[in-house]
């Protein structure tokens, strides 16, 4: 018998410092992938959101960055930034119908929308 392959799991990160939560309003962003991430098979399961301070971009914000989980990790937590440096995950001035599109693609089906995405440096 085939072993079976596990998915991939990923972590949503949306940033929360004081620029893209209180100016770009990033919470509503948050409760829209959760909202999703819920209801929807093809997401469920799949990611978890996590609230991060802030990637350094906040002129280009809101932003979001998407990374693989390891297995067993928790991705409902802020991780070591040094877990994030050159993972090609990070996508800059999300809206809400940017951000269904990324969850469509690199979250669904682990194929990165790669007109938007960017490496964090
Ligand atoms: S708070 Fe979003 S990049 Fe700084």
């Known amino acids: 018998m085939a072993a079976m392959t596990e998915r991939k799991r990923f972590q949503i ?3 929360d410092g004081p620029s893209c939560g ?16 819920d209801k ?3 997401l469920q399961g799949r990611a978890e959101c ?10 280009e914000g809101p932003n979001l960055m998407i990374r693989e989980l390891a297995p067993g990790e928790d991705g409902s937590t ?6 994030l440096y050159g993972v090609r995950g990070l996508y800059l ?3 809400q119908a940017k951000v269904d599109r990324v969850l ?8 990165a929308v790669e007109a938007w995405v960017e490496s964090y440096e």
């Open 13 to 15: 990160l949306v940033c």
């Open 22 to 37: 209180i100016t770009h309003e990033s919470e509503t962003l948050v409760e829209h992938i959760e909202g999703r991430l």
């Open 40 to 42: 929807e098979a093809a």
């Open 50 to 59: 996590a609230a991060l301070t802030c990637f350094g971009r906040c002129d």
């Open 78 to 83: 802020e991780p070591d930034f040094d877990l």
């Open 93 to 95: 001035g999300v809206d």
């Open 104 to 111: 469509d693609s690199h979250v669904a089906k682990d194929e």
